[in-house]
């Protein structure tokens, strides 16, 4: 039994009108991702960036090109304001640069420094094996029907199309 198990219990003696099978998946889908990016918090915070800025680190290495901002906000799903707030951070750090076109004065290119690329490239394969690990009681045929599962889900929930998509 674990903790979704037991508060799906608790609910079952309050409500028990209330069906609460969708938590097999949704609820323990939610805990999954807080405690894989409680995971990777401490990396990020010894390297003084957010969740936010490392998807924008990563959007622009996967990119492997500068972008315009408004691609790199398509990219991370993130809103506009917060991208202004999280490139100005990542600019302050030195591992962005911001240019403005000289034809368009109005469109902001950003580009890796290579301090960025390098933090990029530190952490991205980080996460990945605390990812690998969470998995590894999965078999191989497992994890990718897992995968399968999740991707028919997400779809429904995230009609947006987000070019390359967001590291996860």
Known sequence: MDYIDRVREQWAHRLPEVDTSPAEVGARVRRIAGLLEDQ???????????????????????????????EVTTMTGAPGASMTKRLARLEQAGLVERTVLERDRRGVV??????????ADELFPRQVEHERAVLADLSEAERAELGRLLAVVLRRLDPADYGAGRDV
């Open 110 to 119: 950003v580009a890796l420094t290579p301090g960025g690329e390098a933090l």
């Open 40 to 70: 990777i918090a401490g990396d990020l915070a010894a390297h003084g960036i957010s969740r936010g800025e490392l998807d924008v680190l990563t959007a622009l290495r996967r990119a492997g090109r500068p972008l315009r901002a408004g």
